[in-house]
């Protein structure tokens, strides 16, 4: 299938030529024909499925299609929410490319920044908002926003929102909102209070789901490195030491663990930088855009920091530390091989983390491949090792302490000395020594 066989407008499929976009994926072929018949729309896709586009250029083409029957009015008509700034602005990139020759307006909205050239662009009047909850809901209180005329409501990553205490604020948004519209529903995972919400809010939904989170892409290649976790460092710099890894999203754990990564890598001549929720919003963009640019090579992320960075041609993502949640190996992973496109995904795994490694495999139904090729192999042990070494880590609440060791020794020398005083003293005795309580 071809996007000319998706009945969309010149002016999209013109846009969509320059970019370089011939086949739909799965979830933009089965979504875009539903989203233009105004249907209400549930759709569960994980990221890099490419339903950015599968919301986004339906919408343009409604709006378009509308403004050429009716005169063109400063309102806006259509409102996508998204939980973080990063998902904000990859879905407003979405939108100037597929709507370049509509001449719709659209404007990107969230907080950390002031607020001064929002609420301008606001004033100009935008058909297209795509805003982050918090600040959407400021504004709306400052009555700088009206949502009286949306008439399309897109609900973007909502299981990432629930996640992030969000849905309350959501709730209060679509309250504001004409109950006459047309609702699009995108989730990765679809949890109970997530489909609670799908069901308050969509009317006879068309349902669509692509590639469940328990699967990962056939495109992407996975290697399983085993290591001990003090070796971690060197054995990312030998990873590094292929020219053919222009760039690399390595994943952590904690923003600690991301913050020490790169301070490691600096120090070997690797350009790096985190981003992860300790940072600011403009040190996580600005992170992200010289990862994009090439100017740095690794980007280190936590998983909510990652959560949403779209990057073309990303073929790299390694697993510094394997999370201790099995879907989220599926998301991280995710970031590579998208759209179809080839990547690769490199794990390391050590002692403690092996426990994680079978709830991955489990879920997604695959052995990942082992690479043992590499300057630090984790030593295999023996039964008998591994059961000499759960004894160590196990506590020896009867063996004594070095203090109590040192007091026994005392005790002893003590004891012996006492003891060859007696002995010394029976001795003399029998030699005859005068008898007790007589005079010389």
């Known amino acids: 299938m071809s996007f000319q066989q998706l009945n969309l407008i010149d002016p999209i499929l013109k846009a969509l030529q320059t970019e370089g976009y011939t086949t739909p994926t799965p979830i933009q072929a089965q979504s875009i024909p539903i989203i233009l018949q105004k249907k209400d729309l549930l759709g569960c896709a994980q990221t890099g499925t490419g339903k950015t586009a599968a919301f986004s250029i339906p919408t343009l083409q409604l709006l378009y299609q509308q403004r050429q029957q009716h005169r063109e009015q400063k309102t806006i008509k259509a409102l996508i929410l998204t939980p973080t700034r990063e998902l904000a602005i990859q879905i407003g990139d979405s939108l100037a490319a597929y709507g370049k020759h509509t001449g719709l307006k659209h404007l990107v909205i969230f907080g950390g920044v002031s607020q001064n050239p929002q609420t301008d662009a606001l004033k100009k009047g935008v058909d297209i908002l795509v805003a982050t909850p918090g600040r959407l809901l400021d504004l709306m209180n400052q009555r700088f926003v009206h949502l009286d005329h949306i008439q399309m409501l897109i609900l973007d990553e909502a299981d990432r929102m629930l996640d992030m205490g969000f849905v ?33 809010i969509l009317n006879k939904p068309e349902r669509v789901e692509v590639t469940p989170v328990s699967s990962t892409a056939e ?32 994943f952590t754990r904690t923003k600690h663990g991301a913050d020490k990564v790169v301070k490691d890598l600096n120090k070997a001549g690797i350009t790096a930088e985190a981003i992860h929720g300790n940072k600011s919003q403009n040190a996580r963009q600005r992170a992200l855009n010289n990862f994009k640019a090439h100017t740095t090579r690794v980007l280190v992320a936590t998983d909510i920091a990652a959560r949403g960075i779209d990057i073309d041609e990303l073929a790299f993502v390694i697993n510094y530390e394997l999370p201790n949640i099995p879907e989220t190996y599926v998301h991280r992973i995710g970031r590579t091989g998208r759209a179809g496109a080839s990547g690769k995904a490199i794990s390391f795994c050590d002692e403690e983390e092996k426990e994680y490694l079978k709830d991955i495999e489990k879920l997604i139904g695959v052995k990942v491949p082992v690479n043992d090729s590499h300057p630090h192999p984790l030593a295999q042990l023996t039964s008998q090792e591994r059961i000499l070494q759960d004894l160590k880590k196990q506590p020896h609440h009867n063996k004594p302490s070095s203090a109590e060791k040192q007091r026994n020794n005392r005790r002893r020398n003590n004891n012996t000395r006492g003891g060859n005083n007696k002995a010394k003293g029976g001795s003399s005795g029998m030699s005859g020594a005068r008898p007790s309580g007589k005079r010389a």
């Open 168 to 200: 309350h604020d959501v709730k209060k948004i679509i309250a504001k909102v004409p109950a006459k519209r047309q609702t699009l529903f995108f989730s990765a995972t679809m949890p109970k209070e997530i489909q609670q919400l799908a069901d308050s």
């Open 219 to 250: 495109t992407i290649q996975q290697e399983m490195y085993f290591v001990a976790k003090g070796d971690k460092k060197s054995l990312l710099n030998f990873v590094l030491q292929d020219k053919s890894i222009v760039t690399a999203l390595v």
